[in-house]
């Protein structure tokens, strides 16, 4: 039995876990932070972090630690299904002069989180994971834990579910509602694929896409994801269905060397999906555990951040004015997050709902090269403008005539 008279608990250490107890253990609250895993640990990601990202890292304090260990993102190019190519740069995107982003292997992105978070005061446990949540009165005090053979309690004012896309919290908060997408990744760090600078390379086909982003001297990361029937029709193994699956694209294949894989392939699925209940009696979901949409425009970390930057004072203010907070006193961070976000994901669901019609999309691609507007679309992705450059008439007009 652990004896943990936790203000809150966090499930998960990833970035929306890590983000939300480092805001909150410095807000001056005890904090318990639990994952499955024991860190370092490998995430299934592209590892490309827009600029929104960076400014959120650097609020935290990241900047120092990652400053050894990441490389430059200028922004993405994005290859149709029909030859049609788009550039979208941060530095070129509206507004007054952005920074890059930045690509590092989310080994090394977790484990400093994580260690912020000690730092911070947080207490951590790893190798401890959640199987049920705490009930007293109608509401949430608390999770039930393994680890090991052992089962514990922790018992806390508020829980936190950030325990990413295939959430236990989410999933006894409520469940999960899932989108018509359903797609899965898989990914590989590569040792010298030839040409892939500081701009991440997207390759559209029928049914899935590639992903080439470098991550680090010498090294790429190499995504693929693809729709449930592309998947059901090539069965079996995944490594030689990513081998495959990059094979099927002119300009990706040959540079990709199955002998040079330095982390095999990893996968996760499916997305999309998002959770009924944000917030409860108790408890609230951040991160993947709240939804996840699609991996194209490179966003879930900084949407995990910017769901801690937004949960954090509403929590601390739960607690000042009350033992356990309501669902009512908590719902101020779904509000929050509605009114940052509902452009966006209006912006995601058109490119990756937009990726099923591949003549559609290739036609569109061309379109906005032709007048220059890749740079303003992956302002929008990157979170450095905002959603209404993209959501307006102009705009939407200029992809299709
Ligand atoms: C193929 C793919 C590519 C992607 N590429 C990008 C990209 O390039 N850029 C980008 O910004 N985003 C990308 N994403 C999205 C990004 O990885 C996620 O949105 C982000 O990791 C969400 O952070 P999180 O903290 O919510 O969840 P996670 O990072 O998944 O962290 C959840 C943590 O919870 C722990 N956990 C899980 N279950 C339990 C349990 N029961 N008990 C205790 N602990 C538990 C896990 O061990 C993990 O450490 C990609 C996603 C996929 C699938």
């Known amino acids: 039995m ?7 608990l966090v499930v998960g250490l990833g970035p929306a876990g890590a983000g939300l107890a480092i805001r909150l253990a410095r807000a001056g609250l005890r904090v318990t932070a639990i994952d ?6 490998d995430k299934i990601c592209s590892e490309f972090l827009n600029p929104e990202t ?16 990441a490389v430059p993102l200028h922004g993405a190019r994005v290859f149709g299904p029909r030859g049609h190519a788009l550039t979208g740069l941060f530095g070129e995107a509206p507004g007054t002069r952005h920074e890059p982003g930045i690509s590092v292997p989310r080994r090394l992105l977790d484990q400093i989180l994580m260690e912020l978070a000690r730092a911070a005061g947080v207490r951590i446990i790893e190798d401890c994971r959640l199987t049920d949540l705490i009930r007293e009165d109608g509401r949430i005090v608390g999770g039930l834990v393994a680890r090991g053979q052992a089962t514990e309690t922790i018992r806390a004012r508020v829980t936190i579910g950030a325990d990413g896309l295939h959430s236990v919290a989410a999933r006894l908060l409520g469940g999960r509602l899932r989108e018509p997408l359903r797609r899965y990744g898989f990914v590989a760090h590569v040792a010298d694929v030839p040409d892939v600078g500081f701009t991440a390379e997207m390759h559209v086909g029928r049914g899935l896409y590639v992903g080439l982003n470098t991550i680090g001297p010498g090294l790429t990361n190499v995504a693929v994801v693809a729709s449930r029937a592309t998947l059901a029709a090539a069965g079996g193994d995944p490594t030689r269905f990513w081998a495959e699956a990059l094979d099927r694209f002119p300009a990706v294949r040959g540079r990709v060397r199955a002998d040079r894989i330095v982390r095999p392939v990893l996968t996760t699925g499916p997305f999309a ?19 996840f949409f699609d991996p194209f425009t490179g966003e879930g970390v900084c949407t995990a951040l910017r769901e801690a930057e937004m949960a954090a004072p509403v ?17 101020r961070y779904r509000l929050l997050r509605r009114r940052a976000f509902a452009g966006k994901w209006a912006v995601e669901r058109l490119i990756g709902y937009g990726m099923l ?11 906005l090269e032709r007048r220059g507007m ?28």
């Open 2 to 8: 652990i004896e943990a008279p936790a203000d809150v």
């Open 36 to 41: 499955r895993a024991v860190f370092p640990r």
């Open 54 to 69: 960076v400014r959120q890292l650097d609020l935290l304090g990241a900047t120092e630690p990652l400053r050894a260990v």
């Open 273 to 291: 999906t998002r959770s009924r209940h944000l917030v409860s009696n108790g408890a609230l979901l951040i991160g993947d555990a709240a939804g």
């Open 315 to 331: 929590v601390v203010e739960a607690l000042a004015a009350t033992r356990t907070p309501t669902a009512e006193q908590l719902d």
């Open 357 to 367: 019609a591949p003549a559609l999309f290739d036609r569109a691609v061309g379109r």
């Open 374 to 401: 890749g740079h303003t679309l992956i302002g929008v992705t990157g979170e450095i403008v905002p959603a209404r450059a993209v959501l307006n008439a102009g705009f939407l007009m200029a992809m299709v005539v």
